[in-house]
C-alpha cells in the first residue's frame, strides 16, 4: 500500500529526526519502565518483610491484654470489659492472673540452706477458651483461624533462706537468680497459620503433624540455641518434662519469636491450661474483610485486642521504607516528568518537521491529496516512531532492570518497639526488634511491556495530532511559496 | 503514453467541458493583507483560455505570475472578481471541492520540481495517482507509462537525490501527466535548468501539449520560451498589459 510505503520512506530516510524522536520517547519510556520494575520490587521486598513480620498468611492476631483499665477515658474505667463473661470464665481468668503475683512459701521450697529451682509458666495476657478459635474462625470473612499459647518459664534458683528472711541478693551469691524461657503451644494441624511455621525452620524439621509424635518434639530459636548450646537432636525440658529438639527456626523480625516450641495440647498439659488458648491467629478471606473481621471479634470477645498486619507496616522503618516512599512519590513524579519531557519532545519534534515540510506538504494538497490524507500521513509517521520509541524504550526499561537485578542493591528493614510497650501483635510479649537486609530486585512483566509500548503509541499519537493539525491549516498556495 | 482520459470521472466532470473555454477570469484580484500593509498581487484581471490552448504567463517579478498560476491551479481563491473553471465559479467552492478538482482536473508542475525527497521517481509519480483509488496494477503501469513517456524509465527506482535537475523535472511532468489532466499548469519550469535540459523539458512540454491537447500555462521569465505558446499574456504590476483577449502570438517577436 502506498501510504505505508511512504510512512515507512518517511521513518526510514529521515533517520535523524526518526532517531531522535524515537529516542526522546524511548528514554520516558524506559524510566517508565525500569520505575515500574523497580516498584515491583520494593513492593515485593516489603511484602517480603511483611510475611517476616506477620508470618505466613497471617491477616489479624487475637489477644487479650492484661491491662484493662482504661486510662484514656476517665469515668469508663468501671466498664469492666470481663462484666459480660460467665462466672467460670472470670475464675479461671483470675486464677490465671493470679499466678503473677503469687509470692514464694519458701517452707515449700526445702529446708533453709538448700538449694531450690522452681519452674513457674507464666502468661503475659490472659487466655480465651480453645472453642474461641473456632468461633473466631467461623465468623463472617475468617478463612481460618488456629490457637496459640505463649508462656514465660520462669526459673528462680537459689538457696532456701531463713523462713521470713529476704534473700541478700536477688541476682547475688546467696541470693535468687531468675532466668525467663518463653515457650509456645503449636497447632501442628495449622502449620502454616501457626506462630512458628514451617518456612522459618533453618535446620532440622518441623513439628510432626501428628499430635503423639508431635507432643515429644520441640522447636528451638536458633538464638536461644546457640546461647545455649543446643543442637537438633539434643532434648530440652519444659516444665520438667523432656523433649526432643527436632528443628531450628528463624526468629521472625518484628514478629513474636519464642525460645521453645511445643505441641499446642502438651503446653497446655504442662502448664495445667487444658482447652485454653492466649493467642488466636487468623486468616481473612480476603483483604476487604480484614478491617469488618477485627471489628466483629472486638464484638464477640470481650477484653480481646485485635492487631492486623497492616498495623505493622507502621513499624517498618529504614532504606526500605525510604525506598518505597522514593518509589511511591518521587518516582511516579519522574516517570510523570520524564513521560511529559518525551512527549512534549516528540511533539516539538514532529511540529518541526511539519514546519519544514511545508512545501512537501503543501505539494501534496496541489497534487489533490485531501485533508484527511495529509493529516492521517503526517500521524501515521508519527505513530510509527512511536511504536519504534516503545520498542527501544522497552529494551531501555529491561536493560535498565536486568542491571538492577544484577547488582542487587541491599535495602534494610528496621523494627522499633512498639512504644505502648507490653504486649506484642500477638500478645505473647514484645515485638523482636532488629533490622534485617531485603535484596532489591526489579522484575519485570508483560503488562509493564505493554503499558510501556502503548505509552510510546500515545506520545506518537499525540505528536502527530499535534503535526497533523499544523499541516491540516497549512494553506496550499502559502505552503507553496515555503522556502523551506 | 497512456491513455489521456482514462479516468471516466474526469470526462464527466463537466459535460459543457467541450463547449466551454478553460478559464474565464472577470476582473478576477488577489490582495495580502488590510488597511496600510494591504498588498495588491493582482488586479481586476480579464481573460479567457480556451481549451487546448497553450499560454505563457510573462512579467517582471512580483508582477502577479504566480498569484494567477494559483488562481488557476484553485490553490487559492480570489479576493474580487471571478474565476470560471470550465464554465463553474472556483471562488464558491469549498477546500474538499478544490482539492476534489485539483485532483481530477489539474496538472502542476513546480520550479523547484518539488519532488517529495524520500520517494523514488515511480513513487512521486504514484503519490499523484494514489488519491484517485486506482487499483495497484493500474496504477504501476501508468507510472510505468509515464516515466517511459519523460524517458525515465530506467531511472524510476532512483530517489530524486540521485537525478539531475533535468531529471526531476520530468519525473514532475510524469507526475503532473499521470491523472490525464484537462489542465497542466507549469510555474517556471526551467528557472532551475540548464540551458540544454530547459530545451528538453520545454520541448516535452510543448510536445504533450500537443499530443494530448491539454490546456497549458507556463509562467516564464523567458522570452524565448514564451515564443513556443499560442499566446503570450503580459503582467506588470499585477495588471494583465497585454493577451488577455485574443491570441497575440505576434506580439511576442515585437
Known amino acids: ?484 | 503514453m497512456t491513455g489521456r482520459r482514462a479516468n471516466t470521472d474526469t470526462e464527466t466532470m463537466s459535460t459543457e467541458r467541450d463547449a466551454t473555454p478553460s478559464y474565464e477570469l472577470e476582473r478576477a484580484a488577489r490582495s495580502f493583507g488590510e488597511g496600510s500593509t494591504r498588498v495588491v498581487a493582482l488586479d481586476a484581471v480579464t481573460l479567457t483560455i480556451e481549451q487546448g490552448e497553450f499560454v505563457a504567463v510573462v512579467g517582471p517579478s512580483g508582477s502577479g505570475k504566480t498569484t494567477l498560476l494559483q488562481l488557476l491551479g484553485a490553490l487559492d481563491r480570489p479576493t474580487g472578481g471571478s474565476i470560471r473553471f470550465e464554465g463553474q465559479p472556483l471562488e464558491h467552492l469549498g477546500d474538499r471541492s478544490l482539492a476534489e478538482l485539483r485532483l481530477r482536473a489539474l496538472g502542476f508542475v513546480f520550479q523547484q520540481f518539488n519532488l517529495i525527497p524520500t520517494l523514488t521517481a515511480a513513487e512521486n509519480v504514484e503519490a499523484g495517482l494514489t488519491p484517485l483509488g486506482m487499483s495497484a496494477p493500474k496504477r504501476r503501469q501508468a507510472v510505468d507509462g509515464q516515466l517511459a513517456a519523460v524517458g525515465l524509465g530506467p531511472r524510476a527506482l532512483h530517489l530524486p537525490g540521485q537525478l539531475s535537475g533535468g531529471e526531476q523535472q520530468r519525473v514532475a511532468i510524469a507526475r503532473a501527466l499521470a491523472r490525464a489532466p484537462r489542465v497542466v499548469l507549469a510555474d517556471e519550469p526551467t528557472g532551475n535548468l540548464d540551458s540544454r535540459n530547459g530545451e528538453m523539458v520545454i520541448e516535452l512540454l510543448a510536445r504533450l501539449h500537443r499530443e494530448l491537447g491539454i490546456t497549458l500555462v507556463l509562467v516564464t521569465h523567458d522570452e524565448w520560451i514564451a515564443r513556443r505558446a499560442g499566446r503570450v499574456l503580459r503582467l506588470a504590476d499585477g495588471r494583465l498589459v497585454s493577451g488577455g483577449a485574443t491570441s497575440l502570438a505576434e506580439e511576442v517577436s515585437q
Request: net charge negative.
Open chain 1, 1 to 484: 500500500m502506498f501510504y505505508v510505503r511512504y510512512m515507512l520512506a518517511e521513518v526510514r530516510r529521515r533517520r535523524g529526526r526518526t532517531a531522535l524522536t524515537a529516542l526522546g520517547l524511548a528514554v520516558g519510556v524506559g524510566l517508565v519502565v525500569m520505575l515500574g520494575a523497580l516498584s515491583k520490587g520494593l513492593d515485593e521486598a516489603q511484602g517480603e518483610v511483611l510475611e517476616r513480620l506477620t508470618g505466613v498468611g497471617t491477616d489479624l492476631a487475637v489477644s487479650r491484654p492484661l491491662a484493662v483499665p482504661n486510662d484514656d477515658a476517665p469515668g469508663t474505667g468501671s466498664a469492666d470489659p470481663f462484666s459480660g463473661l460467665s462466672e467460670e470464665e472470670q475464675r479461671q481468668l483470675e486464677r490465671e492472673n493470679g499466678e503473677h503475683t503469687a509470692a514464694f512459701n519458701y517452707s515449700d521450697l526445702g529446708e533453709p540452706g538448700e538449694r531450690f529451682s522452681e519452674v513457674s509458666l507464666l502468661s503475659s495476657g490472659l487466655s480465651f477458651p480453645a472453642s474461641a478459635v473456632a468461633t473466631i474462625g467461623a465468623l463472617p470473612g475468617a478463612k481460618d483461624a488456629a490457637g496459640g499459647l505463649t508462656l514465660t518459664a520462669l526459673r528462680v534458683e537459689g538457696v532456701v533462706p531463713e523462713s521470713g528472711a529476704a534473700p541478700l541478693n536477688p541476682h547475688g551469691e546467696g541470693g535468687f537468680e531468675f532466668s525467663e524461657t518463653s515457650v509456645s503451644g503449636v497447632d501442628v494441624r495449622k502449620p502454616g497459620l501457626a506462630i512458628v511455621t514451617p518456612d522459618q525452620v533453618t535446620e532440622g524439621s518441623y513439628l510432626a503433624t501428628a499430635r503423639d509424635r508431635a507432643m515429644g518434639e520441640a522447636l528451638v530459636d536458633l538464638g536461644y540455641a546457640r546461647q545455649n548450646g543446643i543442637a537438633v537432636g539434643d532434648s530440652v525440658k519444659v516444665a520438667g518434662a523432656g523433649l526432643e529438639v527436632v528443628g531450628l527456626t528463624r526468629a521472625p523480625l518484628g514478629g513474636d519469636g519464642s525460645d521453645v516450641y511445643v505441641e499446642l495440647g502438651r503446653l497446655q498439659e504442662l502448664s495445667g491450661r487444658h482447652g485454653r488458648v492466649n493467642g488466636v491467629l487468623v486468616r481473612a478471606a480476603s483483604v476487604d474483610a480484614v478491617a469488618g473481621l477485627a471489628a466483629e471479634i472486638d464484638r464477640q470477645l470481650p477484653g480481646a485486642e485485635v492487631v492486623t498486619a497492616a498495623d505493622l507496616v507502621d513499624r517498618v522503618g529504614g532504606s526500605l521504607d525510604d525506598a518505597d516512599d522514593l518509589s511511591s512519590k518521587l518516582g511516579t513524579a519522574l516517570a510523570a516528568v520524564a513521560l511529559a519531557a518525551a512527549f512534549l519532545i516528540a511533539t516539538l519534534l514532529t511540529l518541526s518537521s511539519v514546519q519544514k515540510r511545508t512545501r512537501e506538504l503543501g505539494t501534496l494538497k496541489a497534487l489533490g491529496w485531501r485533508q484527511r490524507l495529509v493529516v492521517r500521513q503526517v500521524t501515521g509517521e508519527s505513530l510509527v516512531q512511536g511504536a519504534l520509541g516503545g520498542l527501544l524504550g522497552a529494551v531501555i526499561g529491561i536493560a535498565g532492570a536486568t542491571t538492577i537485578d544484577a547488582i542487587g542493591p541491599t535495602l534494610e528493614a528496621s523494627v522499633e518497639n512498639p512504644s505502648s510497650g507490653g504486649l506484642g501483635p500477638f500478645g505473647q510479649g514484645g515485638i523482636t526488634a532488629g533490622t534485617t537486609d531485603v535484596v532489591l530486585g526489579a522484575p519485570l512483566d508483560v503488562g509493564l511491556l505493554v503499558l510501556a509500548i502503548g505509552l510510546a503509541l500515545a506520545g506518537g499519537l499525540l505528536a502527530g495530532a499535534a503535526g497533523g493539525l499544523r499541516a491540516a491549516r497549512l494553506h496550499p498556495a502559502e505552503a507553496l511559496r515555503s522556502t523551506e
